[in-house]
């Protein structure tokens, strides 16, 4: 976020004063969250008059929040990200259909599995050998549980190519 600091003979103690801007901060909440919050965007900027959400000071997002500040940060306006994230009716190059979130992530769930035998195999002389406890050579099987059942990385790739076109950037430092 920007901030316009000003030297102060007054007020709390360092003598600076911050200027405030506006900002926004959006929450995750998966794909129904960038619904939700992309409805209530378009909602402010039809019922409030000259509100511009591409000139903010700063944005902010988590999970979904990020897409949709990504998306603001860019200059794409309320109506254009309901296009891209709801609608699918944008340009192709904008679009992020609801199938993008939920590929399963078959390579992983394969190599977890492969890993299956062995790490039973590790549980029971665990336990049988080594004296373990039974739950605590059960614990031992979490090694082989998949991080997460859908990949991102056809996300990852669509975000990639809509942040590299003219005029757009991938970079929020």
Do not use: H
């Amino acid at each position: 976020m920007k901030r316009k600091v000003a030297a102060s003979g007054t007020g709390m103690g360092c003598g600076i004063r911050i200027g405030m801007g506006i900002g926004l901060a959006l929450a995750g909440a998966g794909p129904l969250g960038v619904i939700s919050d992309v409805g209530a965007l378009c909602a402010l900027e039809e019922a409030i008059t000259g509100l511009d959400l591409n000139a903010l000071d700063g944005y902010v997002g988590v999970s979904a929040g990020g897409f949709v500040a990504a998306g603001l940060a860019n200059g794409t306006t309320p109506r254009q990200l309901c296009d891209a994230f709801i609608g699918n009716t944008g340009p192709a190059s904008d679009r992020l259909p609801p199938n993008l979130f939920f590929r399963p992530a078959w390579g992983e769930l394969l190599q977890r599995l492969a890993a299956l035998p062995a790490q039973v195999a590790r549980t029971g002389l665990a336990f049988a050998v080594q004296r373990r406890s039974l739950l605590g050579s059960l614990e031992q099987l979490g090694a082989v549980l998949p991080t997460g059942v859908f990949t991102q990385a056809p996300l990852q790739a669509q975000l990639r190519r809509m942040f590299a076109a003219p005029g757009r950037s991938g970079d929020f430092r």
